[in-house]
Protein backbone atom coordinates (compact mmCIF):
# COMPACT_ATOMS: atom_id res chain seq x y z
CA UNK A 1 0.00 0.00 0.00
CA UNK A 2 2.92 2.17 0.60
CA UNK A 3 5.00 1.31 -1.88
CA UNK A 4 5.48 3.58 -5.25
CA UNK A 5 6.95 1.79 -8.39
CA UNK A 6 9.52 3.65 -10.90
CA UNK A 7 10.38 2.89 -14.33
CA UNK A 8 12.83 2.20 -16.01
CA UNK A 9 15.17 1.42 -13.92
CA UNK A 10 18.17 3.02 -16.40
CA UNK A 11 17.37 5.04 -19.46
CA UNK A 12 19.66 6.36 -22.14
CA UNK A 13 18.81 9.08 -24.21
CA UNK A 14 20.65 11.34 -26.99
CA UNK A 15 21.44 15.00 -26.33
CA UNK A 16 18.29 16.96 -27.06
CA UNK A 17 15.55 14.22 -27.01
CA UNK A 18 13.18 13.46 -24.46
CA UNK A 19 13.54 12.11 -21.35
CA UNK A 20 10.02 10.14 -19.87
CA UNK A 21 10.30 8.16 -16.42
CA UNK A 22 7.44 6.95 -14.53
CA UNK A 23 5.63 6.57 -11.70
CA UNK A 24 2.93 4.15 -10.07
CA UNK A 25 1.27 4.28 -6.59
CA UNK A 26 -1.48 2.49 -4.78
CA UNK A 27 -1.84 4.72 -1.81
CA UNK A 28 -4.99 7.10 -2.64
CA UNK A 29 -3.98 9.03 0.61
CA UNK A 30 -0.85 10.57 -1.10
CA UNK A 31 -1.43 14.15 -1.43
CA UNK A 32 2.33 15.31 -2.73
CA UNK A 33 4.44 13.88 -5.35
CA UNK A 34 8.19 15.25 -5.92
CA UNK A 35 10.73 14.40 -8.28
CA UNK A 36 14.14 14.40 -7.20
CA UNK A 37 17.45 15.13 -8.57
CA UNK A 38 20.78 13.11 -7.52
CA UNK A 39 24.30 13.26 -8.73
CA UNK A 40 26.94 11.02 -7.25
CA UNK A 41 28.19 11.55 -3.91
CA UNK A 42 25.47 14.41 -3.58
CA UNK A 43 22.02 14.21 -1.62
CA UNK A 44 18.76 14.73 -3.67
CA UNK A 45 17.62 17.35 -4.70
CA UNK A 46 13.71 18.78 -5.57
CA UNK A 47 13.15 19.39 -8.83
CA UNK A 48 9.60 19.59 -9.54
CA UNK A 49 6.46 18.51 -7.39
CA UNK A 50 2.70 18.25 -7.90
CA UNK A 51 -0.59 18.02 -5.62
CA UNK A 52 -3.54 15.55 -7.48
CA UNK A 53 -5.21 18.70 -7.88
CA UNK A 54 -3.75 19.62 -10.89
CA UNK A 55 -2.80 17.15 -13.80
CA UNK A 56 0.08 19.16 -15.24
CA UNK A 57 3.33 21.38 -14.48
CA UNK A 58 5.67 22.30 -16.10
CA UNK A 59 8.77 24.08 -14.50
CA UNK A 60 11.46 24.68 -17.78
CA UNK A 61 12.42 22.08 -19.10
CA UNK A 62 10.90 19.44 -16.68
CA UNK A 63 7.42 18.54 -16.36
CA UNK A 64 5.11 16.41 -14.21
CA UNK A 65 1.68 14.72 -15.94
CA UNK A 66 -0.43 13.45 -13.46
CA UNK A 67 -3.29 10.85 -13.63
CA UNK A 68 -5.43 10.59 -10.52
CA UNK A 69 -7.63 7.83 -11.95
CA UNK A 70 -4.76 6.05 -13.26
CA UNK A 71 -2.39 6.44 -9.65
CA UNK A 72 0.45 7.40 -11.96
CA UNK A 73 2.96 10.15 -12.79
CA UNK A 74 5.83 11.32 -14.36
CA UNK A 75 8.55 13.33 -14.85
CA UNK A 76 9.61 14.67 -18.64
CA UNK A 77 12.60 15.81 -19.65
CA UNK A 78 12.73 17.87 -22.59
CA UNK A 79 15.44 19.00 -24.53
CA UNK A 80 17.63 16.43 -22.02
CA UNK A 81 21.42 17.58 -21.84
CA UNK A 82 24.46 15.43 -21.16
CA UNK A 83 24.00 17.80 -17.36
CA UNK A 84 20.87 15.91 -16.93
CA UNK A 85 22.81 12.68 -16.16
CA UNK A 86 21.98 11.32 -13.01
CA UNK A 87 19.65 9.48 -10.84
CA UNK A 88 15.85 10.56 -10.61
CA UNK A 89 13.33 8.98 -7.77
CA UNK A 90 10.08 9.83 -7.44
CA UNK A 91 8.59 10.10 -4.33
CA UNK A 92 4.91 10.44 -2.78
CA UNK A 93 3.60 11.57 1.11
CA UNK A 94 0.98 12.54 2.52
CA UNK A 95 0.69 15.87 5.15
CA UNK A 96 -1.00 15.29 8.31
CA UNK A 97 -0.71 15.80 11.96
CA UNK A 98 1.55 13.06 12.59
CA UNK A 99 3.48 14.83 9.93
CA UNK A 100 5.16 13.74 6.67
CA UNK A 101 6.98 10.84 5.68
CA UNK A 102 8.64 10.55 1.92
CA UNK A 103 7.84 7.01 0.02
CA UNK A 104 10.43 6.96 -2.90
CA UNK A 105 10.42 4.64 -6.23
CA UNK A 106 13.87 2.64 -6.54
CA UNK A 107 15.22 5.50 -8.78
CA UNK A 108 15.76 5.92 -12.91
CA UNK A 109 19.88 6.35 -13.48
CA UNK A 110 19.55 9.02 -16.64
CA UNK A 111 22.40 8.99 -18.76
CA UNK A 112 22.28 11.36 -21.65
CA UNK A 113 24.85 10.79 -24.93
CA UNK A 114 26.25 13.96 -26.50
CA UNK B 1 20.92 31.36 2.57
CA UNK B 2 22.41 27.89 3.75
CA UNK B 3 21.52 24.46 2.87
CA UNK B 4 20.96 21.75 5.31
CA UNK B 5 24.69 20.82 7.07
CA UNK B 6 25.31 17.12 7.69
CA UNK B 7 28.78 15.88 9.58
CA UNK B 8 30.31 14.26 9.80
CA UNK B 9 30.56 13.59 5.74
CA UNK B 10 32.08 10.11 5.85
CA UNK B 11 32.55 7.68 9.11
CA UNK B 12 34.38 4.11 9.70
CA UNK B 13 33.07 2.06 12.39
CA UNK B 14 33.58 -1.22 13.62
CA UNK B 15 30.66 -3.73 14.09
CA UNK B 16 29.34 -3.37 17.62
CA UNK B 17 29.91 0.49 18.54
CA UNK B 18 27.66 3.12 18.17
CA UNK B 19 27.41 6.24 16.06
CA UNK B 20 25.69 9.84 16.39
CA UNK B 21 25.61 11.43 13.48
CA UNK B 22 24.40 15.37 13.65
CA UNK B 23 21.97 17.64 11.08
CA UNK B 24 21.61 21.48 11.13
CA UNK B 25 18.07 22.15 9.22
CA UNK B 26 17.96 25.28 6.80
CA UNK B 27 17.86 28.25 9.05
CA UNK B 28 13.91 28.55 10.47
CA UNK B 29 13.14 24.92 9.56
CA UNK B 30 11.55 22.81 12.20
CA UNK B 31 11.13 19.72 10.47
CA UNK B 32 13.83 17.58 9.99
CA UNK B 33 13.62 14.06 8.91
CA UNK B 34 16.31 11.08 8.08
CA UNK B 35 16.42 8.58 5.69
CA UNK B 36 18.81 6.00 4.93
CA UNK B 37 20.15 5.05 1.61
CA UNK B 38 21.44 1.79 0.03
CA UNK B 39 21.58 0.13 -3.64
CA UNK B 40 19.71 -2.59 -2.30
CA UNK B 41 16.63 -0.77 -0.35
CA UNK B 42 16.92 2.51 -1.85
CA UNK B 43 15.71 5.32 0.27
CA UNK B 44 13.90 4.23 3.01
CA UNK B 45 12.03 6.72 5.64
CA UNK B 46 13.74 6.66 9.43
CA UNK B 47 12.07 9.09 11.69
CA UNK B 48 11.28 12.70 11.30
CA UNK B 49 11.22 15.42 14.18
CA UNK B 50 9.04 18.16 14.25
CA UNK B 51 9.60 20.86 17.45
CA UNK B 52 11.74 18.48 19.65
CA UNK B 53 8.90 15.53 19.30
CA UNK B 54 9.22 12.68 16.64
CA UNK B 55 6.03 12.38 14.83
CA UNK B 56 6.67 9.94 12.41
CA UNK B 57 9.08 6.71 12.22
CA UNK B 58 9.75 4.39 9.90
CA UNK B 59 10.42 0.52 10.63
CA UNK B 60 13.76 0.23 11.66
CA UNK B 61 14.94 -1.86 15.22
CA UNK B 62 14.96 -0.06 17.66
CA UNK B 63 18.93 0.51 17.62
CA UNK B 64 18.32 3.22 14.96
CA UNK B 65 16.94 6.37 17.59
CA UNK B 66 17.22 10.36 16.84
CA UNK B 67 16.40 13.84 18.99
CA UNK B 68 16.29 17.22 18.25
CA UNK B 69 17.07 19.78 19.99
CA UNK B 70 15.53 23.43 20.40
CA UNK B 71 17.49 24.90 17.86
CA UNK B 72 15.81 22.77 15.15
CA UNK B 73 19.40 20.40 14.99
CA UNK B 74 18.71 17.17 15.31
CA UNK B 75 20.68 13.81 15.98
CA UNK B 76 20.67 10.31 14.63
CA UNK B 77 22.65 7.33 16.62
CA UNK B 78 22.87 4.07 15.88
CA UNK B 79 23.75 1.28 18.50
CA UNK B 80 25.58 -1.45 18.15
CA UNK B 81 26.08 -1.12 14.61
CA UNK B 82 25.77 -4.05 11.93
CA UNK B 83 27.67 -4.69 8.56
CA UNK B 84 24.15 -3.93 6.87
CA UNK B 85 23.90 -0.72 8.21
CA UNK B 86 26.29 0.74 6.10
CA UNK B 87 24.73 3.22 4.14
CA UNK B 88 24.55 7.11 2.98
CA UNK B 89 22.33 8.62 6.03
CA UNK B 90 20.68 11.43 4.56
CA UNK B 91 18.68 14.00 6.67
CA UNK B 92 16.15 16.49 4.99
CA UNK B 93 14.27 19.80 6.41
CA UNK B 94 11.05 21.27 6.09
CA UNK B 95 9.21 24.82 6.60
CA UNK B 96 6.27 23.57 7.23
CA UNK B 97 4.77 21.17 4.33
CA UNK B 98 6.28 18.12 2.94
CA UNK B 99 8.92 20.06 0.37
CA UNK B 100 11.59 18.66 1.73
CA UNK B 101 15.35 19.52 0.88
CA UNK B 102 18.24 17.38 1.60
CA UNK B 103 21.54 16.99 2.88
CA UNK B 104 24.86 15.93 1.18
CA UNK B 105 24.61 12.80 3.67
CA UNK B 106 26.65 11.10 6.04
CA UNK B 107 28.52 7.88 4.43
CA UNK B 108 28.91 5.27 6.85
CA UNK B 109 31.20 1.92 6.66
CA UNK B 110 30.91 -0.56 9.09
CA UNK B 111 33.76 -2.78 8.93
Known amino acids: QQQVKQSPQSLIVQKGGISIINCAYE??????FPWYQQFPGKGPALLIA?????SEKKEGRFTISFNKSAKQFSLHIMDSQPGDSATYFC?????????????FGEGTQLTVNP | KAGVTQTPRYLIKTRGQQVTLSCSPI?????VSWYQQTPGQGLQFLFE???????NKGNFPGRFSGRQFSNSRSEMNVSTLELGDSALYLC??????????FGQGTRLTVV
Open chain 2, 92 to 101: ASSLFGPEAF
Open chain 1, 27 to 32: NTAFDY
Open chain 1, 50 to 54: IRPDV
Open chain 1, 91 to 103: AASTQGTSGSRLT
Open chain 2, 27 to 31: SGHRS
Open chain 2, 49 to 55: YFSETQR
